[in-house]
């Protein structure tokens, strides 16, 4: 498939470039582009022959169902039905921005958008570069993130043009995304609302604006989901080819076992991996690579290190445990996801 490519500056947004692509995805055609997120694989959401085309560019399972991006809240009424108070506080308070709700979905949306489904993902995202598109292309647009199936997710412009080039209509690259992590999605469709997947729009801030919110507890489970109401619930996923693990336990510890196993990994031949703080990142042996200062950093920073880490051919790779507070909670979700759950405590 011949890709059209276009680099867009995110400062200083050419128009015709945006036309070219929308007109794509008017078309029925797949396009990839930046959130603030991760970058979305595009394709018009309301029809079936579009939305399949993105889950064979991704190798993506048919039940996993997609999140609509839409570009004002007046579209959300088209798409969903039984849109309570809270969902309302939910767009007024938080959108544009990096959180999706679950809602009831209405039957324009088909079921192969909603993965099988009777409810249906939404966001309105905040990247000038998305909301133009969307804007343009007259239409919701379903994006998953823009990689194939499993894999870590694209950050980064290299990331989708290195995986994507050939298998999708269009390309926007548009620099870096600002969040690293894909978006909250919060099921508002129970009396209580729920996260089905965390992101950096965190529980604590959910509570300040709508009070009690719950976790869904299969995310603390190494078990798969049978029925996945979110992206992202599937029990292996967001996976380099290096094998991960999750060294849990007080710091001197971690450091401790983590430089023990690259030892013991370098006698046999194996080459390893530290994902770690940049404060500890001269303790530790092996191929190092710094996650950030701050919860925040290792949240924008963690898809492009195990991306990085096949391209260092690296074998193994071992991650300090982070905490679970605030956008701990998603960092530590896409880990474990990561890890196929593989802790080791010490």
């Known amino acids: ?147 194939i199936s499993g894999r870590p997710s694209p950050t980064k412009a290299d990331h989708v043009y290195e995986e994507m080039n050939g298998r999708v209509s269009g390309i926007v690259l548009g620099g870096d995304c600002n969040f690293g992590l894909e978006s909250t999605v919060l099921d508002v469709t129970t009396e209580t609302p729920m996260i089905l997947r965390p992101g950096s729009i965190t529980k604590e801030e959910l509570e300040k604006v709508i009070g009690e919110v719950l976790v869904d507890p299969s995310l603390a489970r190494k078990e798969d989901n049978d029925k996945a109401k979110a992206p992202g619930m599937k029990y292996t996923h967001y996976s380099p080819d290096a094998d991960v693990y999750i060294v849990s336990g007080n710091e001197n510890n971690i450091i401790e076992k983590i430089n023990s196993l690259v030892e013991e990994n370098k006698e046999n031949g194996i080459r390893t991996g530290v994902m770690c703080l940049e404060k500890n990142k001269d303790k530790y042996k092996g191929e190092v690579l710094s996650l950030g200062n701050t919860l925040e950093e290792v949240g924008c920073n963690l898809f492009h290190a195990l991306r990085q880490m096949d391209k260092m051919n690296i074998d193994v790779v071992y991650s300090e445990e982070f905490s679970t507070y605030g956008v701990g909670q998603a960092i530590m979700n896409r880990l474990l996801k990561s890890a196929g759950y593989k802790i080791i405590n010490v």
């Open 1 to 147: 498939m011949n890709t059209i490519i276009s680099k867009i500056d995110i400062n200083n947004i050419d128009k015709s470039e945006i036309k070219k692509q929308a007109e794509l995805l008017k078309k029925g055609k797949t396009v990839i582009f930046p959130t603030e997120t991760v970058y979305g694989l595009g394709a018009n959401a309301l029809d079936e022959d579009a939305v399949k085309k993105i889950y064979e560019a991704k190798g993506r399972p048919s039940d996993n169902p997609l999140i609509v991006h839409v570009y004002s809240k007046e579209e959300v009424y088209n798409l969903a039905k039984n849109i309570n108070e809270k969902a309302e506080i939910i767009m007024e308070h938080f959108w544009p921005g990096p959180i999706t709700i679950i809602l009831d979905k209405k039957d324009i949306v088909p079921y192969k958008t909603s993965g099988g489904l009777e409810t249906v993902a939404i966001r309105m995202p905040s990247h000038p570069i998305a909301r133009e598109i969307i804007k343009q292309a007259g239409v919701p647009i379903a994006a998953p993130s823009a990689n």
